[in-house]
């Protein structure tokens, strides 16, 4: 059994409208360190493939069909097998 | 009529196209997987699945769109409105994407487009420049693609509308959502798939406010000869 967490976020060519507000909320409080920022969103997921290569081939397939847009969105996934 | 769960501008869009311009419209649940021999696919405006995940992002995997693509492979005229838009876009019928609005928030009000494109079968009873009055209501309207694509659309006369001013003047106080070149409306490369977000039929009754949205309907009926 596998434990999958992909981050997906907007590409760095495409605007941040939230992120930006986050960023700016940051640094009303006072943060002034934060120069950069983005929101993202974050999935977790167990799957019961067999080995990691498929289990990372479904996750890529997963990713391009439903949970990421690739026009706007790029995406980073950590596996772990879980014993 | 294609109804997805979430779909709430249905009944509107039914009622410009039955009580305003006495044209036989039907309802098709998302479930169904035929939309029959019909002239028009309207996917409607609304929060189809609850917006979950991205706009559109879900509704495309229904059961009905299957039908609804092979309707526009055969070349036959769909218009995605507000999240019928989303959909098109998430679907691959239309490309690019939908962002946020760039202020954050959900905007609905009336605003004015300039017709870009006058030959389309959704456009043919508009003329060039002409200024429509339509509402928005949306809170992902922020158009984005590539600029490779954008190139595309530009050259190919692919976008339909842009936002604009009054008087028909371009520029980000006239854009309400920060949408990529003022992008209200787009259409595919064989021009029978029309993508916008302001509201035809909210539009297409003068006692509402205006009329204007009316022309886009009285286009598809003259290039569908009905």
Redesign the interface.
Same mark, same amino acid.
């Given at each position: 059994m596998f434990k999958a967490k992909i981050d997906v976020t907007l590409k760095k060519s495409v605007l941040d409208p939230q992120g930006q507000t986050v960023l700016q909320a940051l640094h009303s409080l006072g943060y002034g360190t934060v120069d950069a920022l983005r929101v993202g969103k974050h999935f977790e997921m167990t799957l019961q493939s067999e080995d990691r290569k498929r289990a990372e081939s479904e996750i890529k397939l997963m990713c391009e069909r439903l949970l990421v847009n690739p026009v706007i969105e790029q995406y980073t996934v950590e596996l772990e097998e879980l014993r | 009529m294609i109804v997805f769960p979430g779909s709430n501008c249905d009944t509107d869009c039914w009622h410009v196209l039955r009580d305003v311009l006495n044209i036989q419209v039907d309802f098709v649940w998302h479930k169904e997987t035929n939309v029959g021999g019909v002239d028009l696919v309207v996917l409607p405006g609304g929060f189809s699945y609850g917006d979950y *995940? #991205?706009t559109g +992002?879900i509704a495309r /995997?229904s059961p009905v769109m299957q039908a609804v693509q092979e309707h526009a492979r055969q070349g036959r005229a769909v218009i995605g409105i507000c999240n019928g838009f989303q959909v098109l *876009?998430?679907t691959g019928l239309l490309?690019? +994407?939908m *962002? #946020? =609005? #760039?202020? *954050?928030r959900f905007v609905c009000k009336h605003i004015y487009v300039k017709t870009e494109n006058v030959t389309s079968l959704f456009t043919n009873r508009l003329k060039h420049g002409e200024i429509l009055k339509i509402p928005i209501a949306h809170g992902e309207g =922020?158009y /984005?693609?590539?600029e490779q694509t954008l190139e595309t659309l530009e050259q190919n006369n692919r976008i339909a509308f842009r936002y604009c001013s009054e008087q028909g003047t371009l520029g980000d106080e006239f854009n309400p959502n920060?949408s990529l070149a003022h992008i209200a409306g787009i259409l595919n490369e064989r021009g029978n798939i029309l993508g916008m977000m302001p509201h035809p039929e909210r539009s297409s009754e003068s006692m509402l406010g205006s009329g204007d949205g009316r022309k886009i309907w009285e286009s598809i009926l003259s290039a569908a000869n009905v």
């Open positions: - | *995940l #991205r +992002a /995997f *876009l998430e490309p690019g +994407a *962002l #946020r =609005n #760039r202020s *954050l =922020n /984005f693609c590539d920060g």
